[in-house]
């Protein structure tokens, strides 16, 4: 009697075996229908609960994760009692994670963690996958690593030591990663003992060799793989331990071996059907033979993954290598030929979208070599951008919601950007935002964005994309080590454009914190601190400067920075300390490259307090050390400046002539002024013919001077006027000079309307009419409405034109009194009176305040109006005390006069 046979079964089968036979068919049939009849019995008995939770978790099963993350997020709401709620609330997180939505898994697992129950571990465990999935590869290895020590008999702990160990690897923590998986007393390791073929306990080994090679520990690496291959691999595995121990050879500087063992790669990953495996394959050979110099070789290598089995990224990858071995060889048109025979082979598939970006990145890295090697003005460098962007328009236009269009974009940005058309890079590098994905090249064309904005003089709306390249990508290495230092560099630059330098402060804050060791540290707080001593506060500019120095005292910044202490206390006029900061800056940093600025401002600061003999002689020194310096033309103007201040007018004009027909010096405001200032010297020695002819005249006739320097050119044609009316009168036409200087004068109102000299300039063109009116009469009329300019509502005279205008009145009005009507006295003692009075001027100008109380109180006189006349120089000695001795005088006799009349 088998084990399984019944007694009366036996008993049947001995006696009618036939019988027996029928019997146990009917049997089996009959068993078999009871079991259907209980199964269907059992589904019509179902729940709807049951059925509710069985649908959601057939469709996990199914792939259908859209729908299973839906159908058990209303499970749990419909049955919140039921016991099934944690898995089922387990499962809704696990289909949103099968989905890529990692923040939404995070949310629904975080926010019911209490509800866990028996599933608490399982809960912490896929709240750790959650994270590595989001990237927040911190996160995730301490939550595994508390799963670890909080769940020590969880099935998970295998899952969670391996996942620890992914996510440290993913931060470099490589030392950390090998003791995670090497350490015997590892979880890792205590787990892999019973599970030696299991796959995690595998990936962990691949992943311990790969922290090896990253960590410098190629042999133990070695040594790892060696053991590794022993084992019956999958060959996924093989291929990955194969691929693994070709680059631990290369990094080891052993190619051969490296090269020799891509054999066994290739054949590894064509066993495993997996086209990502053979690509890389090929990818690796060719890197090796690139290394061993066989560039012959590594360019076959990489055309095997042109083919049209290759995935695009590979076949792109290829194609860059290709070309780049082409351009070491300078084989621009064999590159070129590569991509247009490409896009011929491809002109409908992804791959021709590849071949156009490449092209177009390959013309624009030739212009960028030519702009580099100072090439700008050719044509071939023009030509390279513009084949460029034809290239990255194609590709636009041939794919637009392609692959790479958003690459495009940003690269049509960059060609726009170096042929300098701002506008229209700023909708390229718009358009690259909206097509590309979260990534470190949408984070460049964020930062190209902004630096348009910045640009443009759009400082809110750059700030806005600054920031977030400094917060939206976060989770990419290379963004935060390269573009986050240099994003926040310029919210301080733009904050400062916008004097807004509490923002500036608060991102320079934000520099020094997060990015200490960046170039843009110590230059940002150097940047502000200058800011700071420019608008006045040049003790809170010192202490960035303080700051600087504390933090990054070996910076090559440094020099600067003393310098720019030095400078804040020339902005305070506290020129002791100045000098002391000087002197002490070119003690210490003499041989610097900033030693010229230096010199200059320490000469500056010598003159501004007051030592003038120290001043010229550090200038003069300067012109001997630098002598073709961009600073030394202030040098030389400030000792032609001090020889005209010292009235030294002969070395003042040597010194001024000197520095404009210098050849070491550019054309440019300065050198105008050396040759204004020239004539001023001659003029002051009363030269005015060499005043006039050598050095205003051929100003006037510089067309650049005078469109250009506008305030210059009207002072120069003021000059000439002035010069006209003191040269010597030619006995034939004695009127001649003052027509010429009229001619002269009325060149400022026509030529610049809106300069301050347009007043003066009327009120000298007066007194040319004033002086033509003794010879002519009819030119009273002239001189009367060339002061009246002057004096005109809208006039900008200031108050010394103005007076100047009413005394030139009165003198005319005083010239036709004598000649036309007597009365007209009374009109000229108006003009001046409004002058002492203060009718027609709010203040006064002390020479003609003079002019015109001598001349109203002597009218006054001359038709014995001797108390006005006392009234008036009692005004004069009240408003110009030290006109006392010379008025008091006058003011006597008038009495004398007064008190003789009234005898």
Wanted: with cysteine; proline share 5%.
């Amino acid at each position: 009697m088998t084990e399984h046979q019944t007694p009366n079964a036996k008993h049947q089968g001995d006696t009618n075996p036939l019988c027996c036979r029928f019997w146990n068919l009917a049997f089996g049939v009959s068993l078999v229908f009871a079991v259907l009849c209980v199964g269907f019995c059992t589904a019509n008995a179902q729940t709807p609960e049951s059925r509710v939770y069985d649908a959601a978790l057939h469709a996990y099963e199914d792939g259908i994760f859209d729908l299973a993350e839906r159908e058990f997020a209303a499970f749990v709401q419909t049955y919140p009692n039921s016991p099934r709620v944690p898995e089922a609330i387990l499962y809704r997180a696990r289909a949103a994670l099968r989905q890529q939505h990692a923040k939404v898994a995070l949310d629904i697992l975080s926010t019911n963690a209490h509800r866990a129950g028996d599933f608490a571990d399982q809960y912490r465990y896929w709240i750790g996958e959650a994270h590595r999935q989001d990237t927040n590869y911190q996160a995730a290895a301490e939550t595994f690593a508390r799963l670890i020590q909080d769940f020590p008999a969880s099935p998970r702990l295998l899952d969670a030591s391996y996942g620890e160990a992914l996510a440290r690897f993913k931060l470099g923590q490589w030392e950390r990663v090998i003791d995670l998986l090497r350490n015997t007393n590892s979880t890792f390791q205590k787990q892999a003992v019973a599970r030696q073929n299991d796959e995690l306990v595998i990936r962990g080994e691949l992943l311990l060799a790969e922290a090896l090679l990253e960590n410098g520990m190629a042999s133990q690496a070695e040594a790892v793989l060696r053991l590794l291959a022993r084992r019956d691999l999958l060959p996924e595995f093989a291929w990955r331990a194969q691929y693994t121990l070709c680059r631990v050879q290369l990094a080891d500087q052993r190619p051969a071996e490296a090269l020799a063992g891509t054999t066994n790669l290739i054949a590894a990953a064509t066993a495993s059907g997996r086209r990502q495996f053979q690509a890389e394959s090929h990818a690796l050979q060719a890197t090796i033979l690139e290394q061993l110099g066989r560039e012959g070789a590594a360019a076959l290598a990489h055309e095997r993954n042109l083919s049209e089995n290759a995935p695009a990224e590979f076949r792109r990858q290829a194609l860059l290598r290709i070309i780049e071995l082409l351009l070491r060889q300078d084989n621009i048109a064999g590159a070129s030929q590569k991509l247009e025979s490409f896009l011929a082979q491809y002109p409908r598939e992804i791959d021709s979208e590849v071949a156009l970006l490449t092209l177009g990145e390959l013309h624009l890295r030739r212009h960028l070599a030519l702009v580099a090697a100072g090439i700008t003005n050719l044509p071939a460098a023009q030509t390279n951008l513009q084949t460029a962007l034809a290239h990255f328009d194609r590709l636009i236009t041939n794919a637009p919601f392609g692959d790479w269009v958003g690459k495009a974009h940003l690269n049509r940005g960059w060609c726009l950007w170096f042929d300098g058309k701002i506008p229209e890079c700023q909708e390229a590098f718009k358009a690259a935002i909206d097509t590309l994905p979260p990534s470190p090249d949408e984070a460049v064309a964020r930062f190209k964005l902004a630096d348009v904005q910045f640009q443009m003089r759009e400082y809110t709306n750059a700030i806005a994309n600054y920031r977030a390249v400094v917060t939206a990508y976060d989770t990419f290495p290379d963004v935060q080590r390269e573009l986050a230092p240099q994003a926040l560099y310029q919210i301080v630059r733009a904050n400062i454009e916008l004097n807004d330098l509490p923002g500036a402060s608060a991102a320079m804050q934000q520099i020094v914190r997060s990015y200490g060791e960046s170039p843009y540290a110590d230059r940002g707080l150097l940047l502000l601190g200058q800011r700071f001593t420019q608008v006045n506060r040049a003790a809170d500019g010192r202490a960035l400067f303080s700051l600087f120095i504390s933090r990054y005292p070996d910076s090559q910044l440094l020099p600067e920075v003393e310098l720019a202490i030095a400078r804040s206390y020339v902005e305070e006029r506290d020129w002791n300390a100045a000098l002391r900061e000087y002197e002490s800056w070119l003690q210490r940093f003499g041989t610097n490259n900033l030693r010229p600025r230096a010199e200059i401002n320490y000469a500056f600061a010598n003159y501004h307090a007051g030592r003038l003999t120290n001043a010229l002689t550090l200038f003069t020194n300067f012109l001997a050390s630098f002598p073709t310096h961009p600073l030394a033309p202030r040098a030389k103007y400030w000792v032609g400046s001090f020889y005209y201040d010292q009235q030294k007018f002969a070395d003042a004009e040597l010194h001024f002539v000197e520095l404009f027909k210098s050849t070491n010096w550019p054309a440019g405001e300065l050198k105008y002024q050396a040759q204004m200032m020239a004539g001023h010297s001659a003029f002051a020695r009363q030269d005015y013919k060499a005043a006039k002819d050598d050095y205003y005249l051929p100003l006037l006739n510089d067309n650049t001077f005078v469109r250009d320097y506008n305030e210059l050119a009207a002072e120069v044609f003021f000059a000439v006027g002035d010069t006209l009316t003191l040269q010597e009168a030619d006995s034939a036409r004695p009127t001649q000079r003052f027509e010429e200087a009229i001619v002269a004068f009325e060149k400022i109102p026509r030529l610049f309307p809106n300069s301050y000299r347009v007043p003066l300039a009327w009120g000298r063109i007066g007194d040319c009419y004033r002086q033509l009116a003794s010879y002519d009469p009819k030119f009273f009329e002239n001189a009367t409405n060339a002061y009246n300019q002057v004096l005109a509502p809208t006039s900008t005279a200031d108050i010394s034109a103005r007076s100047q205008a009413e005394v030139g009145l009165g003198q005319v009005t005083e010239q036709l009194a004598r000649t036309l009507d007597p009365d007209l006295w009374k009109l000229a003692f108006q003009h001046y009176y409004n002058v002492v009075s203060g009718r027609s001027v709010e203040r006064i100008d002390p020479h003609w305040f003079r002019e015109a109380g001598n001349a109203a109180a002597r009218l006054a006189e001359e038709h014995q109006q001797w108390d006005v006349a006392i009234r008036i120089y009692a005004r004069m000695i009240e408003v110009l005390p030290p006109l006392r001795p010379m008025v008091e005088r006058k003011m006597e006799r008038a009495r004398e006069q007064l008190r003789t009349e009234t005898r």
